[in-house]
């Protein structure tokens, strides 16, 4: 079991930045695959960025150069910074562990990119 708690969210100007934090616990953080991903309104939830267990990273197409997805394995923590955010960033972003057959998500934490 992997609890995860997102925070870091609220309301930014576009071109503004923000920065994601997750906080995981209740397992060997370092095993698990991390991503972030979000739900904008009235659309599918997307990934967003993914960091492997490895360090290595991927991200949408959308964000690519704007957002870095990185993890602290010794305080088992993922964030995700985002710079240069636009309106169509706005969503609830949600943090995610997955190794295997597991996934375990976060709550969400709304982000809202309007002037």
């Known amino acids: 079991q992997v609890q995860l708690v997102e925070s870091g969210g609220g309301l930014v100007q576009p071109g503004g930045s923000l920065r994601l934090f997750c906080a995981a616990s209740g397992s060997i953080f370092s095993i698990y695959n991390m991503g972030w991903y979000r739900r904008a309104p009235g659309k599918q939830r997307e990934l967003v960025a993914l960091?492997?267990?490895?360090?290595?990273?991927n991200y949408a197409v959308s964000v690519k150069g704007r957002f870095t997805i990185s993890r602290d394995n010794a305080k088992n923590t993922v964030s995700l910074q985002m710079n240069s955010l636009k309106p169509e960033d706005t969503a609830v972003y949600y943090c995610n562990a997955a190794r295997t057959v597991y996934t375990y998500w976060g709550q969400g934490t709304q982000v809202t990119v309007s002037s």
């Open positions: 960091i492997t267990s490895g360090g290595s990273t």
